[in-house]
């Protein structure tokens, strides 16, 4: 069983910066993408940042230049560092992850984690 936390999250006034994780357990092989989704009250779930095992980086649009995503490949967390945040930046923030994990041999597959809440106001 493979298992992914997000933590970091939580309320910010406009300007402000908060820092996102997501920890990776289990009988994980290797730890391919990562990546940080995010869905806000009404609309669709959106890719905000990806990063690929070796390290390669893109954003959405409306991120880039003020969110950074990073990855510890010995610790299996993934990082989104999130710096002068607006209201419209306010959704339930979801980690994703491809992993290659044990079972009776090797398998991969996508995981979610159930995500954590980031509201920006003032």
């Known amino acids: 069983q493979v298992q992914l936390v997000e933590s970091g999250g939580g309320l910010v006034q406009p300007g402000g910066s908060l820092r996102l994780s997501c920890a990776a357990s289990g009988r994980i092989f290797s730890i391919n993408a990562m990546a940080w989704y995010r869905q806000a009250p009404g609309k669709e779930r959106e890719l905000v940042a990806h990063?690929?095992?070796?390290?390669?980086?893109n954003y959405a649009d409306s991120v880039k230049g003020r969110f950074t995503i990073s990855r510890d490949n010995a610790e299996r967390t993934a990082y989104l560092q999130m710096n002068s945040l607006k209201p419209e930046d306010t959704a339930v923030y979801y980690c994703?992850?491809?992993?290659?994990?044990?079972?009776?041999?090797?398998?991969?597959?996508?995981?979610w984690g159930r995500g954590t809440q980031v509201t920006v106001s003032s």
């Open positions: 994703y992850g491809d992993i290659t994990y044990e079972s009776t041999g090797i398998a991969r597959d996508e995981y």
């Open positions: 990063i690929s095992s070796g390290g390669s980086t």
